[in-house]
């Protein structure tokens, strides 16, 4: 779980500075139901990590140092993951490829699918893990020391599916990123528009802007 944080941390800082780069287009038709469906199921994940980071930081009758540092460590990389990742996809669902050398290179592409996989593999982990920490407690010695085991079952069945889901759906978002950002179609539209609106001399930018 920690490699996949930090491999996942750092694609997606990597990813942002690739796909910064692009067009950002205010106008793209965005699902808003896939918006909203990040922003809840980010603020699940933020709990499921919160509740184990603060069993972690404040438990004072658990004796082994060195789990405990990594659970903190695991819950503060899992937060900021989470945060990049969903204001990552957030902005790069309004890029788009439209010189072109974007269309050539596909800047950034490789790394979109690789953080789709790692989010599948994140996601198949957490749920084998929380399906077997359902009925031994003991996978999750911090946190059922801290809050019991019967206040940890209930934490984890309303958070975990969220946090579940939150990486479904990134996963799925990112594989709308991977086929629409990259899209010829954008190029050739964008193309027509700038002829245009160098005809009726209009500024371009300007347009955009509003």
Request: proline content about 2%; overall charge negative; hydrophobic content about 45%.
């Amino acid at each position: 779980k920690l490699v996949l944080l930090i491999v996942s941390l750092l694609i997606v800082c990597i990813s942002f500075f690739y796909t910064t780069k692009l067009y950002y287009d205010r106008q793209a038709h965005i699902d808003v139901f896939d918006q909203i469906l990040i922003l809840v199921t980010t603020f699940g994940d933020f709990a499921y990590s919160f509740f184990g980071l603060f069993a972690s930081i404040f438990i004072e009758s658990y004796r082994i140092q060195l789990p405990r540092f990594i659970e903190i460590v695991i819950a503060l990389l899992s937060i900021l993951q989470t945060f990049l990742q969903s204001g990552f996809i957030l902005d790069t669902l309004r890029r788009r490829s439209i010189t072109k050398s974007e269309i050539r290179t596909k800047p950034g592409r490789e790394l979109i699918t690789a953080l789709l996989l790692i989010n599948l593999v994140y996601d198949l982990a957490i749920w084998m893990h929380d399906s077997l920490s359902a009925n031994k407690v003991k996978l999750n010695p911090i946190q059922t020391e801290y809050y019991n085991s019967r206040t940890w079952s209930l934490i984890q069945a309303f958070t975990s599916p969220l946090s579940i889901l939150y990486r479904f759906h990134s996963s799925v978002c990112l594989a709308d990123i991977w086929q629409e950002v990259y899209y010829e179609k954008f190029y050739y539209l964008h193309e027509k528009e700038l002829f245009i609106f160098e005809n009726i001399n209009i500024d371009y930018d300007e347009y955009c802007s509003f």
